[in-house]
C-alpha cells in the first residue's frame, strides 16, 4: 500500500535561516506526490506537486522539492523562511481518488 | 478566483443527534472529496464522488452518507453523532475526471463539536 512518512514532527527554525522538511514515500507503482500547507484554523493549500518529469519541483512562496526515486523522498525545501511560513505541513501521495497524508510537521519560524 | 464552499463553518450537536455538511466545489469542478480531520491529526478520507457517482471510499463509519447532486454540490450526512465524531471536516474538489494526481482543492472545513 501506498504510504507517506514525514521524519520530523516538529522544526523549529530561526527567521531567514533555509529549512527542510523530510517525507519518504513507499509505492511499488508510479506515484504522485503533494506537499500542503495547513495555516491555524484553515483549509489545506496546495504548495506543490510532482506527476512526472523534472525531479525538482518549484512550488509557491518560494518552496520547492526534490523528488529521489532511489531514496524515496521528497523532502520539502525553502532556503530562506519568513515568521509567516508557520504553519503545519503536509505530505501525500495520491492513492486512487484518495490522498493519503503523512502526519505533518509543524514548522515554527521566530524572530 | 472562486473556492470551495463549505457550509456551516461551525456546527455543535449531542450525541445521538443527526448533522448535514455541505459542499459547494469550485465552478467546473466534476469531483468531490470528504476529508476528517481530528484534533492534532492528519486529515483521513472519507469518500470521492465524480460525476454524481461514488468514485472511491475510505474510513467512512457506517452511520454516514454522502451523496453529489446535479449541481455538482455534495452533502455529507451523519448520523447517531459520537463524541469522536468532532473533528474538522474538509470537503475538496477536482477537475479533469477524478484522475490520480489531480490537484484537490480543499476548502475552509467544517468544525463539528459533539457533546
Redesign the interface.
Known amino acids: 500500500a501506498q504510504s507517506v512518512t514525514q521524519l520530523d514532527s516538529q522544526v523549529p527554525v530561526f527567521e531567514e535561516a533555509p529549512v527542510e522538511l523530510r517525507c519518504n514515500y513507499s509505492s511499488s507503482v508510479s506515484v504522485?506526490l503533494f506537499w500542503?500547507v495547513q495555516y491555524p484554523n484553515?483549509?489545506?493549500?496546495?504548495l506543490l506537486?510532482y506527476?512526472s518529469g523534472s525531479t525538482l519541483v518549484k512550488g509557491i512562496n518560494g518552496f520547492e522539492a526534490e523528488f529521489n526515486k532511489s531514496q524515496t523522498s521528497f523532502h520539502l525545501r525553502k532556503p530562506s523562511v519568513h515568521i509567516s511560513d508557520t504553519a503545519e505541513y503536509?505530505c501525500a501521495v495520491?492513492?486512487?481518488?484518495?490522498?493519503?497524508?503523512?502526519?505533518?510537521t509543524t514548522l515554527s519560524v521566530s524572530s | 478566483a472562486a473556492g470551495v464552499i463549505q457550509s456551516p463553518r461551525h456546527l455543535i450537536k449531542e450525541k445521538r443527534e443527526t448533522a448535514t455538511l455541505k459542499c459547494y466545489p469550485i465552478p467546473r469542478h466534476d469531483t468531490v472529496y470528504w476529508y476528517q480531520q481530528g484534533p492534532g491529526q492528519d486529515p483521513q478520507f472519507l469518500i470521492s464522488f465524480y460525476e454524481k457517482m461514488q468514485s472511491d471510499k475510505g474510513s467512512i463509519p457506517d452511520r454516514f452518507s454522502a451523496q453529489q447532486f446535479s449541481d455538482y454540490h455534495s452533502e455529507l450526512n451523519m448520523s447517531s453523532l459520537e463524541l469522536g465524531d468532532s473533528a474538522l471536516y474538509f470537503c475538496a474538489s477536482s477537475s479533469n475526471q477524478d484522475r490520480a494526481g489531480d490537484t484537490q482543492y480543499f476548502g475552509p472545513g467544517t468544525r463539528l463539536t459533539v457533546l
Do not use: R
Request: glycine content about 20%.
Open positions: 504522485y500542503y484553515q483549509g489545506l493549500q496546495l506537486k506527476l503536509f495520491s492513492v486512487g481518488a484518495a490522498l493519503i497524508f503523512g502526519k505533518g
